[in-house]
């Protein structure tokens, strides 16, 4: 395991300095050997990453495996049976079974050397993967620990803007992997953990077959993940809070109207007094209430309801000036979505449209003077609509 670790780094490199290989590796298997490392004693389910020996098995046993799997998961293709891959331990497809069958009457009955040598390959390569996954349970625990490190490193760097591998790691029990290490595992496994998901994510908010496929929200690692992330932002004060915050804005087009926890924990990030927090607070928030977002009058009207526009506000007055255009920005679209809102009225937000339209530094991006223009005629109209009735009353 020393020797694979060194190798997973070098892997990492790669991806790193060269992302072309990324394919090389895919095609030869390499992102499942890495996420069967990333899995090995993390979830329960880590040994359907890994080819299990079968040679303590008896006939019995395997017919009984086979039934069972076979009823559960139907025939193993042509293709996975090519590369020894197992779903399950002692899980075999119809054709594995026959060729168990086969090779022990084989033996017993003194067939052809050909056929006998073809066995003992055969037996020899169950034996030696079987000492292989034995040698893994009694590495040292820091050995262990690195494994999934680098692991995780590497398919940090694999991932990056490659919606294929992103595909394959959302197919496997790899997200759940990843959602456990990052509650659970030493600082540099949550890092590598952590960093790994933004890019997955990352790629999920511009791919959308990957978004409803692999963060679908039903699915109980995308949950977990989901949960890790909000476990983080609720906390403020973790090392891992920027690339969560960014994954959670890379996923505001999974979250349903009914998902009301998100939004309120983002929101209090408005008044970090680390100014990178807030801005990649105020980035997430305008992915959940920008046009592009289906939900975007929903999740604007959750963003007022707890206390956003204050917030925002103050980011536009005092704020740096790349975080004023940000907060204006948010400001304006919620002026867009809910221009009948009493709390935008009350925080008074027309008049901070109208200040920053006298503000050279805002005025000078066209799209960004249009769109402060476009807010305030939404809430003049409201609010000129509210005067008239309340002076008819």
């Known amino acids: 395991m020393k020797v694979q670790l060194v190798v997973a780094w070098a892997v ?8 072309k290989c990324q394919e090389h590796f895919l095609q030869n298997n390499v992102i499942r050997l890495l996420v069967g490392h990333l899995a090995f004693e993390t979830i329960q389910e880590h040994s ?95 050995t262990k620990s690195q494994m999934k490190a680098m692991a995780a490193r590497a398919l940090w760097y694999l991932c990056a803007g490659n919606v ?9 029990r790899a997200l759940l992997c990843f959602a456990v290490l990052l509650e659970k595992g030493e600082y540099e496994i949550q890092y590598n953990s952590a960093m790994a998901l933004t890019e997955i994510t990352a790629v999920a908010e511009q791919h959308v077959e990957l978004r409803h496929s692999g963060f679908k929200p039903t699915s109980p690692a995308a949950r977990a993940v989901v949960d890790q992330f909000l476990k983080i932002i609720n906390n403020a004060n973790s090392d891992f809070l920027v690339p969560s915050i960014q994954a959670i804005g890379h996923l505001a087009r999974t979250f349903r109207a009914t998902e009301t926890r998100i939004i309120p924990p983002v929101v209090r990030l408005l008044d970090n007094t680390e100014t990178n927090v807030s801005t990649e607070a105020i980035i997430t928030l305008i992915k959940f209430a920008c046009p592009d977002n289906f939900l975007h009058v929903n999740h604007s009207k ?92």
């Open 48 to 142: 359907r990453y890994a080819i299990p020996s079968k040679q303590n098995m008896s006939i019995h046993s395997v017919v009984i495996a086979t039934d069972t799997n076979t009823s559960k998961k139907g025939k193993i293709g042509n293709e996975e049976h090519e590369k020894g891959q197992v779903t399950h331990p002692g899980g075999l497809g119809a054709r594995d079974m026959h060729n168990v069958v086969t090779n022990t009457m084989v033996e017993k009955s003194g067939k052809s050397r050909n056929d006998r040598t073809h066995m003992s390959r055969n037996n020899k390569r169950q034996i030696t993967l079987g000492a292989s996954i034995r040698s893994r349970v009694l590495e040292d625990p820091t």
């Open 302 to 393: 959750t963003i007022i309801d707890v206390g956003g526009p204050k917030h925002l506000i103050q980011l536009t007055y005092f704020g740096e000036q790349a975080l004023q255009a940000l907060a204006l920005i948010l400001l304006c679209y919620l002026a867009m979505h809910v221009p009948d809102s009493e709390t935008l009225a009350q925080d008074e937000v027309l008049v901070v449209l109208e200040w920053a339209l006298k503000q050279g530094h805002f005025t000078h991006q066209s799209s960004l003077e249009t769109l402060v223009v476009e807010a305030k005629q939404r809430l003049e109209i409201y609010q000129s609509r509210n005067t008239r009735g309340s002076f008819i009353r």
């Open 12 to 19: 990492s490199e790669l991806a790193a300095n060269y992302p």
């Open 164 to 172: 294929t591998i992103c595909k394959s790691i959302t197919e496997s």
